[in-house]
């Protein structure tokens, strides 16, 4: 592993939270999960062979970390009924617009956020490895899937995001 | 044609757009010295467990070697049949474990599989280990009776006995009661894989 650890995290550390974001909408536990995928990618670095790129190898722990992390919630609120109002206003929107612009955004963003928590886990999985610009061919590794299956369900999750786009 | 070519090009573009909006959103930050100390902790738990494991028949066998002269045919039987019965359960969980402990990276589809067996074995072990404690108890009064009925006891050893057989008591009801939850709660998990599973 030529990369250090450390660098990998200054990299891909908002990759990483992203996913969490896409299984959880609670603040802490987005946060807890960032961190045991965290704590997973750096053990699985340490394996790492270079047979991928590192983006996609760490993609593959870090949702099969939040898989684990969903299922193992059951014990614990279901965190999507949190489904969070404010998302915060530090990350998104950083250019100077208008507060209208702003508030639009925010709440699209919010909307996505929620229809991709919706989705079930493979079709969100795709949808987000493909909205993190991910090839076909990269997300059908992650996944165990066919490229052909990818194609179908992603198809699927897009119709999917548009239908709750529509709707609001 | 021209249709289509539109057609397509305005996929993109909302694919284009979608993917700027979730690239956008707020994230946090991965705490790294947080990180390393859960990374420490994890791995002290695995390796005690790991310990607990090997070592929990050693007062058996300790039992056996030293005071095997001492004990009366009866608790003999009892403690043979405890080590017979305990060995191949030792050695089956750890067989159960073999998942965890030699996991490699997989894709996402696999990991699931491996893990919904993995938890299934987890039902298993907290099925074993719930079982296991009650049977515990069973065979430390069997004993007991065994020595009170053919020990021929001092009213000293007696109470020495009836003291071993409370804490004895109470560890086994909680170590009972902390399986169970453990087993509930795999069934609880299992049932939320396979229905992620289903929904694939």
Redesign the interface.
């Known amino acids: 592993m030529e990369q250090g650890f450390?660098d990998v995290?200054a990299q891909y550390?908002?990759l990483?939270?992203?996913v969490?974001?896409s299984y959880e909408a609670n603040?802490a536990l987005?946060?807890e999960l960032?961190?045991d995928i965290?704590?997973a990618v750096?053990?699985?670095l340490a394996?790492f062979k270079g047979d991928s790129s590192v983006k996609t190898?760490i993609l593959?722990?870090a949702?099969?970390r939040a898989?684990?992390h969903?299922?193992?919630q059951?014990?614990r609120i279901d965190t999507h009924q949190y489904d969070q109002d404010d998302?915060?206003?530090?990350?998104?929107?950083?250019h100077a617009r208008s507060p209208e612009v702003e508030t639009s955004?925010h709440q699209?963003?919010t909307r996505?956020?929620k229809a991709v928590r919706a989705l079930?886990?493979?079709s969100r999985?795709v949808l987000?490895l493909?909205?993190?610009?991910l090839s076909y061919d990269e997300i059908a590794?992650?996944?165990?899937?066919t490229k052909n299956h990818v194609g179908v369900v992603l198809k699927r999750a897009?119709q999917s995001?548009?239908q709750e786009e529509s709707r609001a | 044609m021209h249709n289509k070519v539109d057609k397509e090009s305005e996929e993109n573009n909302e694919t284009s757009d979608l993917s700027t909006m979730w690239q956008a959103q707020p994230v946090n930050e991965i705490d790294m010295s947080a990180m390393k100390k859960n990374l420490s902790s994890e791995r002290k738990k695995q390796r005690l467990f790991i310990i607990i494991d090997s070592i929990a028949l050693f007062p058996a066998l300790f039992m056996l070697y030293y005071f095997w002269g001492e004990l009366t045919t009866a608790a003999k039987i009892i403690h043979v049949v405890m080590v017979v019965t305990a060995v191949p359960l030792l050695i089956y969980q750890l067989w159960l474990r073999r998942i965890a402990a030699f996991y490699r990276d997989s894709d996402t589809a696999d990991h699931l599989q491996k893990f919904t067996k993995q938890v299934k074995n987890n039902i298993r072990i907290a099925f074993i280990t719930k079982h296991s404690a009650w049977m515990a108890l069973a065979i430390l009064l069997a004993f007991i009776a065994e020595r009170l009925l053919f020990g021929e006891l001092s009213p000293e050893k007696i109470t020495r006995l009836y003291v071993i057989l409370g804490p004895t008591s109470i560890v086994m009801s909680v170590w009972y009661v902390w399986a169970n939850r453990r087993q509930k709660r795999f069934e609880k998990q299992f049932a939320t894989l396979e229905k992620m599973a289903r929904d694939a």
């Open positions: 450390e995290f550390g908002a990483l939270s992203r969490a974001n603040d987005q946060q960032l961190q965290a704590i750096w053990q699985g394996r190898y593959k722990i949702h099969n898989v684990t969903v299922a193992s059951v014990k998302i915060g206003s530090d990350g998104y929107v950083s955004q699209s963003l996505l956020l079930p886990v493979q999985q987000t493909s909205l993190e610009g590794e992650v996944c165990g899937l897009k995001i548009q």
